[in-house]
T-cell receptor
């Protein structure tokens, strides 16, 4: 079974600054995907960024980038130029690749507040 | 296009009653998932449907929980004899067939059992 750990229950950042959210995971699988999802107060889960484990290059999506360290089983999210709309819960998630149900295993989440 | 929709948005029920939660996936998405989000347990997988294959029910917490998906589209999650510990937000997600991997989530149904 896989586990995902987010060690920071809450974080805050000043608007326009940079913040990094931590995530570690435990798995015996070789092939998998990692995700960061954002959940604003509206409850709608939104995919922020995705990383394929076989890719060494870190994924980036505009102001969002990850630091993927496969050997250390670490997958942190960096948000640059933080905006008020980034205020939300952020969930790190794991998905095993291959035959199966492709279910997501989530961490407990980090509540991020962007301060004006 | 339209996203994943869920109804009702909120549901309050008395302990012991049965409830049905509905999910309308994105048109053309053959994979459908139910997750439960609670304060104590975080986000947990419940059940997965893929096309006409037998569903993966490995995440259902008890036999009071069941789900069906009619015509490969709409899904209903049923909780029988509700208990207070069933209070949570129930999230539905859908995706294209395996190979795309992005799951699109609905806004959820908040269930409160009194």
């Amino acid at each position: 079974a896989q586990t995902v750990t987010q060690s920071q229950p809450e974080m805050s950042v000043q608007e326009a600054e940079t913040v990094t959210l931590s995530c570690t995971y435990d798995t015996s699988e070789s092939n998998y995907y990692l995700f960061w999802y954002k959940q604003p107060p509206s409850r709608q889960m939104i995919l922020v960024i995705r990383q394929e484990a076989y890719k060494q290059q870190n994924a980036t999506e505009n102001r969002f980038s990850v630091n993927f360290q496969k050997a250390a089983k670490s997958f942190s999210l960096k948000i640059s130029d933080s905006q008020l709309g980034d205020t939300a819960m952020y969930f790190c998630a794991f998905m095993k690749e291959g035959a199966g149900s492709y279910q997501l295993t989530f961490g407990k989440g980090t509540k991020l507040s962007v301060i004006p | 296009g339209a996203g994943v929709s869920q109804s009702p948005s909120n549901k309050v029920t008395e302990k012991g009653k049965d409830v049905e939660l509905r999910c309308d996936p994105i048109s053309g998405h053959t994979a459908l998932y139910w997750y439960r989000q609670s304060l104590g347990q975080g986000l947990e997988f419940l059940i997965y449907f893929q096309g006409n294959s037998a569903p993966d029910k490995s995440g259902l917490p008890s036999d009071r929980f069941s789900a069906e998906r009619t015509g490969g589209s709409v899904s209903t999650l049923t909780i029988q004899r509700t208990q207070q510990e069933d209070s949570a937000v129930y999230l539905c997600a859908s995706s294209l067939p395996p190979g795309t991997y992005e799951q699109y989530f609905g806004p959820g149904t908040r269930l409160t059992v009194t």
